[in-house]
């Protein structure tokens, strides 16, 4: 019982390791696009995945972003060198989060 009480916080552990590249970028500019925020962060390096969410009636950005770097290492330069950075006159709030779930449903605490 104790092997197996281990071994579910081991495989939480490393779920939580390997997917730490999640990005969340906060205070952004309504004027901001995906192109600018995809050429910003691939500073930092390469790019798995860009999300910005967008006002449905505006057209415009809500102010925040998703940003999936390829690596670990990339996600902890990014956060690094932009976190608190001045982009369009707006000082930028970069920080890691946990992975999506899989199983709609699921909260963040299963994984």
């Known amino acids: 019982m104790i092997t197996m009480v ?3 916080t081991t495989r939480r552990f490393e779920n939580i390791m390997i997917n730490r590249s999640r990005l969340h970028v906060g205070d952004l ?3 901001v696009t995906e192109a600018e ?8 390096g390469e790019i798995e995945a860009l999300s ?8 415009r950005s809500r102010g925040f972003a998703f940003v999936e770097m390829r690596t670990a290492e990339g996600a ?3 956060i690094k060198q932009f976190n608190g950075y001045l982009f369009h ?8 989060v946990p992975p999506r779930s899989t199983k ?4 963040r605490s299963q994984i």
């Open 6 to 8: 281990i071994s579910a």
């Open 29 to 31: 500019a309504p004027t």
């Open 37 to 44: 925020l995809y050429d910003l962060f691939a500073q930092a």
């Open 52 to 59: 910005l969410v967008i006002d449905a009636r505006t057209g």
């Open 76 to 78: 902890a330069a990014a």
């Open 89 to 96: 006159s707006r000082m930028l709030m970069v920080y890691s």
């Open 104 to 107: 709609r449903g699921e909260s």
